[in-house]
């Protein structure tokens, strides 16, 4: 039987350490990018939950590589960048010690701007968008209907200071819930419910499920993604192709160390 726990789930991004300051766009007032040489048959993965770390208005991503950086300043996904060198992608890419000092204190969106100005200046990077048919999932309302309950908006939705209550149950924004699944998966997952607000929803083991990224049956006593979905949840993920915005690098440059 798979164990109960108590869970909070919440929407997943960069570090929300960020004051909410009014003014122009920022730029980094100090920057360093130093190649790393990693020992041999040593490998970095970036896991899902990974990404630069961040204090007031200094910002650091040791090590990384240009496609991590790409997907922090763009808030994109691996398989949204195209036409990558090999130097800049997979685990046997170019790693590189990023430290950056602002002006300021910036926001998430300010952040992100910076990165793609120094994307632009340190790494030459150059690109267009389009969209591309590519494999994902889409979520949607199971027959019989959703196995969770939409929670009053006047009803107080505990922080991770505040535990949940007892019995297994997952507390939080529905965006939250997509984002795990998102995680959990091995293709992006569009949803498609039309649900919003915050529910109470049965826990899922979203260890296990991360972990193995399986959607086929369910195998060792541990169910696939889309049967957790659906018995437990009343969601249906489906395998599609759907349209979705890539990046296409048209030209990128390794940086000189400073």
């Known amino acids: 039987m798979m164990p109960r726990r108590r869970f909070l789930f919440a929407a997943l991004s960069l570090p ?113 968008r389009e969209m591309r048919p590519l494999p994902a999932y889409v979520l949607t309302i199971a027959p019989g209907g959703p196995e969770m309950r939409k929670m009053p908006d006047d009803e107080k939705v505990p922080t991770y200071a505040t535990p949940p209550p007892a019995g297994g149950r997952m507390l939080g924004p529905f965006s939250g819930l997509v984002n ?9 997952v569009i949803d498609k419910t039309g649900l919003s607000g915050n529910y109470d929803a049965p826990w899922l083991d979203w260890t296990q499920l991360i972990r193995a990224k399986r959607m086929d049956p369910q195998e060792d006593g541990v169910p696939s993604l889309a049967t957790a979905l659906q018995n437990e949840l009343g969601l249906k993920l489906e395998a599609r192709k759907e349209p979705l915005e890539v990046l296409v690098i048209d030209s990128v440059e390794k940086p000189s160390a400073n």
């Open 16 to 128: 929300t350490l960020f004051a909410q300051e009014s003014g122009g766009p920022l730029k980094f007032d100090v920057v360093s990018v130093k190649p790393v040489t990693l020992p041999p048959g040593r490998f970095f993965f970036r896991s899902g939950d990974a990404g630069p770390r961040v204090s007031g208005d200094s910002y650091t991503a040791n090590p990384t590589t240009l496609e991590w950086l790409i997907m922090d300043a763009y808030n994109v996904k691996d398989y949204q960048i195209s036409s990558l060198p090999k130097w800049a992608t997979g685990a046997n890419a170019d790693h590189f010690n990023v430290a950056a000092k602002a002006e300021r204190q910036p926001t998430l969106e300010q952040l992100r701007q910076m990165l793609q100005g120094l994307l632009t200046e340190r790494f030459q990077l150059r690109f267009h």
């Open 180 to 188: 795990l699944i998102g995680l959990s998966a091995d293709h992006p």
